[in-house]
């Protein structure tokens, strides 16, 4: 499964260097797909969380070309929306995705990787987009739980290389490695401006 998302991911490059948009949604909607039926697989085959990761990485991978080539901002925003679904998927039993995401934290860490690096490229709205939908973890998890997280994320993003120890058939990169770790403190900010924006909608 590892090499057939690898060799996807190939094929979403080839599509994205020839500019086929219509296609490149298909093959998102695709992904998609199979991110929802690995998750739900995943408490009879554990395994299959790491494939959603790398499924996740092959849409960070495409944001992240598209923004560089300057692609329509509709387009990337619909992107965008479709890979914030992956800690998200439909029917998800919230006992479960609390205890899923409390300890597996690839989703978020691709996901708030993506954000470091529009705020580096000071594309703040999309990072904000993102931070408001990992404030929404705070529902799922509680605040302790939600912190805690937060805490372990931020400090694998900024302790972590790009390499891992060990080679596999697939080299030894890290997908989870965001180059912008300088960036944390300032998303952290914009998650606490949310959190605040939210207690003040709440009736007193």
Not at 16 to 32: A, L
Not at 65 to 73: A, E, G
Not at 136 to 157: C, H, P, Y
Request: hydrophobic fraction near 40%; glycine fraction near 4%.
């Amino acid at each position: 499964l590892y090499n057939l998302v690898f060799h996807y991911g190939q094929f979403l490059g080839y599509l994205m260097e020839n500019q086929q948009v219509d296609r490149i949604r298909t093959c998102i909607g695709y992904f998609v797909f199979y991110g929802q039926q690995c998750f739900n697989a995943i408490p009879r085959a554990k395994s299959l969380a790491f494939i959603l990761d790398v499924l996740a990485f092959e849409m960070q991978k495409l944001l992240l070309s598209i923004h560089q080539k300057n692609w329509d901002r509709e387009l990337q925003l619909e992107m965008l929306q479709k890979f914030l679904v992956f800690d998200n998927f439909q029917d998800m039993d919230k006992n479960f995705g609390r205890q899923f995401f409390s300890q597996n934290h690839g989703i978020r860490l691709l996901h708030i990787g993506l954000a470091l690096y529009y705020l580096n490229q000071q594309e703040d709205e999309f990072a904000r987009i993102i931070a408001e939908d990992t404030v929404q973890d705070m529902d799922l998890l509680g605040e302790n739980l939600f912190s805690k997280t937060m805490a372990a994320i931020f400090a694998r993003l900024q302790f972590s290389g790009p390499t891992f120890w060990e080679d596999t058939d697939r080299g030894n990169l890290n997908i989870y490695y965001t180059p912008y770790q300088n960036e944390i403190s300032y998303f952290k900010k914009i998650q606490e401006e949310i959190l605040a924006e939210s207690e003040k909608k709440i009736p007193a």
